[in-house]
């Protein structure tokens, strides 16, 4: 059996998907210590883990250094581009939002409006789909931020439980898209290691459906 390499997403997303992996069958136990070691082997199976940002999950699994990956479906509109996206994985679940400052009227003015941003390619296409011209101000983080020292007239962001919007006197005005972990592979992976691909994929699925239901 070859060798299947994983790459997951670093942060948000990891307890999750390590969770969803030790309910697949696999030992992670090594993956829980507080260590600054990024590749693991997994005992007693052909796979092998990789810790990453979110965007370089997207490069590592586009140049085939990895076979598959688990990554935001955030991430996956702002970059992705040539991979099979095979599954949803139901956590991580958030959602694209425009907001701006609490009380003002967005869409009520004729002046060109501003945009801050992590994702300037979401929010493009956004504004692009309703004929709107707005200037994108890409920001690294703390998007929140442009609005308040108006930099911008409002933000596209991912919004998890609303709390950092609220805590800056934001509020979301129109949804984007809907947002959750994928599992994506590379396309001459899914031909090469098709077996092994498929014997991982199917696990993970049976996990998911114990999750479901509750198990
Ligand atoms: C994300 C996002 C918001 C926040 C939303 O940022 O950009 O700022 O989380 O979460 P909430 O709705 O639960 O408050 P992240 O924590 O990834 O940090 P960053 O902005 O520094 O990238």
């Known amino acids: 059996m070859s060798n299947v390499r994983i790459a997951l997403t670093k942060g948000r997303l990891e307890k999750k998907t390590l969770e969803l992996f030790r309910k697949a069958g696999y030992d992670c136990s090594e993956l829980n210590e507080k260590s ?3 590749i693991f082997a997994l005992p007693d199976s052909n796979i092998e883990i990789v810790l990453a940002k979110a965007p370089d999950v ?3 699994v586009e ?3 990895c076979d598959l990956g688990v990554v935001g479906k955030d991430t996956i509109m702002e970059k992705g581009r040539s991979f099979y996206e095979v599954m949803d994985l139901g956590f991580g ?3 694209f939002v425009l907001a701006v400052k609490k009380g003002e009227n967005f869409y009520e003015t004729y002046k060109s409006r501003k945009i801050a941003t992590k994702y300037a390619e979401v929010a493009k296409s956004f504004f692009d789909n309703k004929n709107m011209d707005v200037e994108i ?3 690294e983080g703390s998007v929140e931020l442009a609005p308040i020292l108006g930099l911008a007239d409002g933000i596209v962001d991912i919004v998890e439980t609303g709390t950092t919007l609220r805590e800056n006197g934001l509020v979301p005005i129109e949804d984007v898209a809907c947002v959750s972990a994928r599992m ?4 001459a992976s899914m031909k090469m290691k098709k077996h092994e691909i498929q014997d991982f994929l199917k696990k993970c699925e049976a996990a998911l459906e114990v999750n479901e239901n509750g198990e």
Do not use: D, E, M, S
Not at 184 to 187: A, G, L, M, R
């Open 58 to 60: 997207i490069a590592y």
């Open 63 to 65: 140049h085939g250094v």
């Open 137 to 139: 101000i890409k920001i």
């Open 184 to 187: 994506i592979v590379n396309q």
């Open 36 to 38: 600054r070691k990024l």
């Open 93 to 95: 679940k958030c959602r």
